[in-house]
C-alpha cells in the first residue's frame, strides 16, 4: 500500500479521471469493486471561479466514493491557484490534482493540459504556487512528453517533486500520440526510478496481468486503469484480486454486467435527472455490451432510448435472449 501526502490508498489501483466518463454515479460504481483511489474528471480552474453550475455540478462527492482525486486544468498560474483554493476550502476531495496530460486541442491551445509539459521551469512554479497555497496534497497527472524531440518526463517529475507536489501519474505516451500507438513503460521506469514520490503508471494497462507487468518491470507504486474500466468495474475487482492473490477471478456473466450497468444507470439519473441520465448512460451501456455476442443490434437501439423504462426494458430483454440462446446450444 502507499500514501499520497497523508492519504493511505487501501490497495496499488487507481482508476484514471476521463473526461465526461468519471462523474460520481460511475466513480462509486468503480469504488465498490475495490479500486484504492478513484479520480474525478477535470474540472475547468475558469469555470469553478466563475461558479458555473454545471461546473459545481462536477465538483459532487459522494463520501463512499473516498479518497479520491479531483482534477483541475488551465493554462495560467493565477486562476489554478484560485481554482485550487476553492476546492481545498469547499470540496471533501482528499488531493487535488493538476492536469498536465490532456491532449485535446481545445485544451492545450488555452496552454492547458499537454501544453505544460514543455517547460519543466513553469511547472515548478505552477505546482509550487498550488502547495503553499491549500493544505490538501497537491499531485501532477502527466504524459511523458509533448511530442518525441520534447520528452522532458523525468525533468518534469523532478520538478513536480522539488515544488512539494505529493505524487505523479505518468501515462506512457506524447500529446501527439494521443491514445494511439504503444505506451512506453521504459519512460514510467526512468521517473519512478528519479524521484522520491510515489509514481503512478498509465497506459497500455488492459488486464490485471498487464497491471501487474507494469508493476513488476516498473517498479511503479500504483497502477491507473483508464479506458479498460469502460463499462467493466470487474476489471479494478479483477486486478485487485490478482495483485493479492494471484489468481484470476472469472469474468462476470452477461445478467451480472446487466445489473451493475443498471445501478449505474439509476446513479446516473439520481445525479443529472432522467432526460441527461439515459442521454449519457447511452455510451457506458454500449461499453456494458462490449464483448456480448449479437450486442449490435440492441446498442443501435440504446441510442434513441429516451427514458429509463425504455433502457431497462432493452437490457432485460437482451438477457433473456442471450440466455434463452445459451440454452438451446447446451440442449442441442
Not at 498550488?130 to 512528453?145: I, L, N, Q, Y
Not at 513503460?185 to 496481468?209: A, C, L, M, R
Not at 439520481?270 to 439515459?278: A, F, M, N, Q, T
Amino acid at each position: 500500500m502507499f500514501k499520497i501526502g497523508d492519504i493511505q490508498l487501501k490497495n496499488r489501483v487507481v482508476l484514471a479521471p476521463m473526461a465526461g466518463v468519471c462523474n460520481s454515479a460511475f466513480r462509486l460504481t468503480v469504488k465498490e469493486f475495490g479500486a484504492g483511489l478513484v479520480c474525478a474528471e477535470m474540472v475547468s480552474d475558469k469555470a469553478i471561479l466563475y461558479k458555473n453550475a454545471k461546473t459545481m455540478g462536477m465538483l459532487y462527492i459522494d463520501e463512499r466514493e473516498k479518497p479520491l482525486s479531483l482534477q483541475i486544468f488551465g493554462g495560467e498560474k493565477e486562476s489554478l491557484v484560485e481554482a485550487a483554493k476553492f476546492v481545498d476550502k469547499n470540496t471533501t476531495a482528499d488531493i487535488i490534482d493538476i492536469n498536465m496530460g490532456c491532449p485535446v486541442p481545445k485544451i492545450t491551445k488555452c496552454d492547458a493540459g499537454a501544453k505544460w509539459l514543455l517547460d519543466p521551469n513553469k511547472i515548478y512554479d505552477l505546482v509550487a504556487a498550488v502547495v503553499d497555497a491549500v493544505e490538501k496534497p497537491v499531485t501532477v497527472k502527466m504524459r511523458m512528453g509533448w511530442d518525441d524531440e520534447h520528452i522532458y518526463a523525468v525533468e518534469n517529475a523532478r520538478a513536480v517533486e522539488r515544488a512539494g507536489g505529493q505524487a505523479v501519474a505518468i501515462h506512457g505516451r506524447t500529446r501527439v500520440q494521443m491514445y494511439e500507438g504503444v505506451a512506453n513503460w521504459d519512460i514510467i521506469k526512468e521517473v519512478k526510478q528519479s524521484v522520491n514520490i510515489p509514481v503512478i503508471g498509465n497506459g497500455d494497462v488492459k488486464t490485471p496481468q498487464d497491471a501487474k507487468r507494469m508493476l513488476d518491470e516498473t517498479g511503479v507504486d500504483g497502477v491507473m486503469i483508464g479506458r479498460a474500466a469502460l463499462g467493466n468495474p470487474w476489471m479494478i475487482y479483477r486486478t485487485v484480486k490478482y495483485l493479492e492473490t494471484g489468481k484470476l477471478i472469472e469474468e462476470p456473466s452477461v445478467q451480472e454486467k446487466i445489473n451493475v450497468c443498471k445501478l449505474h444507470l439509476d446513479r446516473l439519473i439520481d445525479l443529472k435527472g432522467e432526460h441527461i441520465g439515459v442521454r449519457e448512460m447511452r455510451k457506458h451501456a454500449a461499453w456494458y455490451l462490449k464483448g456480448i455476442r449479437g450486442n449490435a443490434k440492441i446498442r443501435n437501439a440504446i441510442n434513441t432510448c429516451e427514458t429509463r423504462d425504455e433502457l431497462v426494458t432493452l437490457l432485460d430483454d437482451f438477457v433473456e435472449e442471450v440466455e434463452a440462446k445459451e440454452q438451446s446450444a447446451q440442449v442441442g
